[in-house]
């Protein structure tokens, strides 16, 4: 890409120069036309740098496109990575050592855990990809939604922390909604997952769903990292991702929240980003009349 940008500029300079030359000889070689060539020139000039202006943003655009794909296979490698390897360690503990039933369950539901986590992650990549090629036709039906959320928040559970729990449940009972189950599914839980992402260890994650007359709203608080006003729209881009790439280290993939702008776009629904006090985002989601 970069010996493209510089081939380019070669050209254009090498016009530019040719175009100031070709000039020079008319003029001296025809005085009464310096008018129309100068006119001429000028014409040609702007031209050529306006041409020029929208060919540099597009290659620049290339270039950051090709560099957020290349972040994404590196996240794609080492999310399908590190679960595997805790699959495969737990599997080879079992089968090598003769441990109690109680570890030996506890290994197998880290294992799930595990397996859960690639399951998203094929998901989120398969339903992307549907999407952006228009292929996903979004089945809508009447379900449960309140059960949906709270199986999810179970599942995403943390239970590893002093006191037991992480995410703070506060779903109200037998809200219903019309739409894709299991897109609806990977809205939810790429909010949950990301709030617990860019949290500090153990920190308080709230899930809320309740109804406001003929609307439904679901939040998602978290007390992290936060996200600045100015990345507040560009976080819903494919593979943009929060904070520098270089020194990033939390996991993802950049299609999470990509993949909550174009679902809730097919029903309905808006999303908003606010600051939590005193640090941390809500993402909150209203359904419109449902």
């Known amino acids: 890409m970069k010996k ?6 070669f050209l254009l300079l090498y016009a530019v120069l040719e175009m100031f030359w070709w000039g020079t000889v008319v003029i001296k070689l025809e005085p009464q036309r310096m008018a129309m060539v100068m006119g001429e020139g000028s014409v040609f ?10 060919i540099h943003v597009s290659i620049k655009k290339e270039d950051k496109l090709q560099q957020q794909q290349q972040n994404f296979l590196l996240s794609v490698t080492h999310e399908l990575k590190s679960p595997l390897a805790a699959i495969k360690i737990s599997l080879q503990t079992i089968l090598k050592r003769e441990l109690d039933k109680d570890i030996q369950n506890n290994l ?4 799930l855990k595990d397996i859960d986590r690639l399951d998203d992650l094929v998901e989120n990549m398969l339903l992307a990809t549907k999407i952006e090629n228009k292929t996903y036709s979004f089945p809508k039906e009447k379900f ?16 590893s922390c002093a006191n037991e729990q992480v995410i703070s449940n506060k779903v109200k009972d037998d809200i219903f909604v019309i739409g894709d189950r299991f897109a609806l599914s990977s809205v939810v839980t790429n909010l949950v997952e990301n709030a617990i992402k860019y949290s500090g260890p153990c920190a308080e994650v709230v899930v809320s769903l309740y109804k406001n007359e003929d609307k439904v709203i679901f939040m998602v608080s978290d007390k992290g990292v936060g996200i600045t006003d100015s990345e507040k729209m560009l976080i819903f881009d494919k593979f943009y991702r929060v904070g520098n790439e270089n020194i990033r280290n939390t996991k993802g993939t950049g ?5 909550v ?14 600051d939590n006090h005193p640090q941390g985002s809500i993402f909150e989601i209203t359904f419109n009349g449902l």
């Open 4 to 9: 493209s940008i510089l081939i380019f500029y």
């Open 45 to 54: 000039m702007f031209l050529l740098l306006v041409g020029a202006y929208f």
């Open 108 to 111: 197998l539901i880290k294992s």
């Open 144 to 159: 449960n939604f309140s059960e949906l959320v709270t199986e999810i928040t179970d599942r995403l559970q943390v239970h």
């Open 255 to 259: 299609l999470g929240l990509f993949i």
């Open 261 to 274: 702008k174009e679902v809730l776009q097919h029903h309905d629904a808006d999303i908003q980003v606010k």
